[in-house]
């Protein structure tokens, strides 16, 4: 059972990317899927997550979205009008806490490798 997480990069402020996360090994139409962000010195935290219903932390509310395909077995982290403070690694994971949002670390019980993304001011 493997995520794995792509898309990251550097850009400037404002710009936009897309987060991929692509799973294999099983399917994860039950599971809840999470995109987390850990930035240097921080906590890791729920960035997004898509399960029987959809959850943005406050920060990323009106710029980020959260998508999925379960036919591809596959997540997606729209980022739009990205700031500086959304530097961080990007992680995806997924949780069998399907019906409500989990923002627990320890809940989720698959995590991809991680993707580096980077706003320049």
């Known amino acids: 059972v493997q995520l794995q997480a792509s898309g990251g990069g550097l850009v400037q402020a404002g710009g936009s990317l897309r987060l991929t996360c692509a799973a294999s090994?099983?399917?994860?139409?039950?599971?809840?899927m999470g995109w987390f962000r850990q930035a240097p010195g921080k906590e890791r935290e729920l960035v997004a997550s898509?399960?029987?219903?959809?959850y943005y932390v406050d920060s990323v509310k009106g710029r980020f979205t959260i998508s999925r395909d379960s036919a591809k077995n596959t997540v997606y982290l729209q980022m739009n009008s990205l700031k500086p403070e959304d530097t961080a690694v990007y992680y995806c994971a997924a949780t069998p806490y399907y019906g409500g949002v989990r923002t627990e670390v320890r809940l989720y019980d698959y995590w991809g490798q991680g993707t580096q993304v980077t706003v320049s001011s």
């Open positions: 898509i399960g029987q219903r959809r």
């Open positions: 090994g099983r399917s994860f139409s039950a599971y809840a």
